[in-house]
């Protein structure tokens, strides 16, 4: 991922929030010379410093999750379009132009592939538990109940840890521009009725605290 210097993040809780935010992520590997992509819920678990998550076993890159694989997981954080006409200064020598701001997490690491229904159900369930939480829409949380209850499904999934052995991040929050123009940013992503925008306000808003 090309990350100038001053858009680079080092800062790991920052990172993991990233990560725990949007756990819905690009999932990228390759076989046969052939690049495979999927999209899919992954959970990072920070203890144990892996990835976790499952493919549709008919999915042509389940194949590929072979035990020592390499995986590239990317975790796409709040983003948006940064009009010219937001900034404060103009260099009459270089004018202002359109950018996009944007957080991306990119992970790599190795594959342990998971065929086993009793092994792949734990991680179903944390991940529904993970986003049912105590309420879902004011209702009831859904309840797995017995893994025989699901075993055809199960045996139609296969399951993956991924041990991280890399990880980029690359927060492009107009570090480049002087702290006003920076506070102009937010105030019109703030105005905005995009709750992506409103989250992207919020992480420059965060950032800019950090100085």
């Known amino acids: 991922m090309y990350t100038p210097a001053h858009f680079s993040e080092f800062d790991q809780q920052r990172i993991r929030d ?6 819905f992520a ?4 390759s076989m046969a010379n052939e690049v495979q ?5 992954v959970q990072f678990d920070p203890v144990r410093n892996v990835l976790i998550g499952h493919l549709a076993r008919a999915n042509p890159q389940a194949a590929s999750l072979k035990d ?14 940064i009009s010219p006409t937001w900034y404060v200064n103009e260099n009459p020598k270089s ?3 359109p950018t996009w701001n944007y957080a991306a997490v990119h992970v790599t690491g190795q594959v342990r592939r998971i065929d086993e229904a009793e092994s792949i159900w734990p991680i179903v369930v944390a991940l529904s538990a993970a986003y049912e939480g105590d309420k879902l829409d004011g209702q009831a949380i859904w309840n797995p109940q017995k893994m025989a209850d699901h075993a055809p499904k199960l045996r ?10 890399d990880i980029q991040a690359k927060f492009k929050l107009s570090q480049n521009r002087a702290v006003a123009d920076q506070e102009s940013v937010i105030a019109h992503l703030t105005n905005s009725e995009f709750a992506g ?15």
């Open 37 to 41: 992509i999927s999209h899919a819920p």
């Open 26 to 29: 690009t999932l990228i590997s």
């Open 156 to 165: 139609a999934l296969v399951g993956f840890e991924v041990t991280i052995t």
């Open 68 to 81: 020592g694989a390499t995986l590239l997981t990317i975790f796409q954080g709040p983003h948006g379009y």
């Open 197 to 211: 925008d409103l989250a992207l306000a919020q992480l420059m808003r965060e950032n800019l605290k950090l100085g």
């Open 95 to 97: 004018p202002n132009v």
């Open 18 to 23: 990233i990560i725990d935010a949007n756990g």
